[in-house]
């Protein structure tokens, strides 16, 4: 999900997984979110927005963004918050 080489894979990826909707779904977003460098992230929050654009999507996001703050791995406490903060700029 991370791709290096190209940034469209990322944000392309977000953009699918945040429209699946599921917690799995935005729980690989949380992971990546840990994980990702400045540029990562950027494509990662840009497909995050494309998909909550004009959809009643941040609301759920923001339920499976809070379910994951209480994971049991760091990692995906740390991501969901910083996607809850994504989704929160989004609903602005």
Same mark, same amino acid.
């Given at each position: 999900? %991370?791709?290096?080489?190209?940034?469209?894979?990322?944000?392309?990826?977000?953009? /699918? %997984?945040?429209?699946?909707?599921?917690?799995?779904?935005?729980?690989?977003?949380? %992971?990546?979110?840990?994980?990702?460098?400045?540029?990562?992230?950027?494509? %990662?929050?840009? +497909?995050?927005?494309? /998909?909550?654009?004009?959809?009643?999507?941040?609301?759920?996001?923001? /339920?499976?963004?809070?379910?994951? /703050?209480?994971?049991?791995?760091?990692?995906?406490?740390? +991501?969901?918050?910083?996607?809850? +903060?994504?989704?929160?700029?989004?609903?602005?």
């Amino acid at each position: 999900m %991370l791709d290096v080489g190209d940034t469209a894979v990322i944000r392309q990826t977000a953009e /699918a %997984l945040v429209r699946v909707g599921t917690v799995a779904a935005v729980r690989l977003i949380a %992971l990546a979110a840990a994980e990702a460098d400045d540029s990562q992230a950027d494509w %990662l929050q840009t +497909g995050v927005h494309d /998909a909550l654009v004009g959809s009643d999507g941040v609301l759920d996001m923001a /339920a499976l963004c809070g379910q994951l /703050a209480r994971d049991p791995v760091e990692a995906v406490r740390r +991501g969901a918050v910083e996607v809850s +903060g994504w989704v929160d700029g989004a609903s602005s």
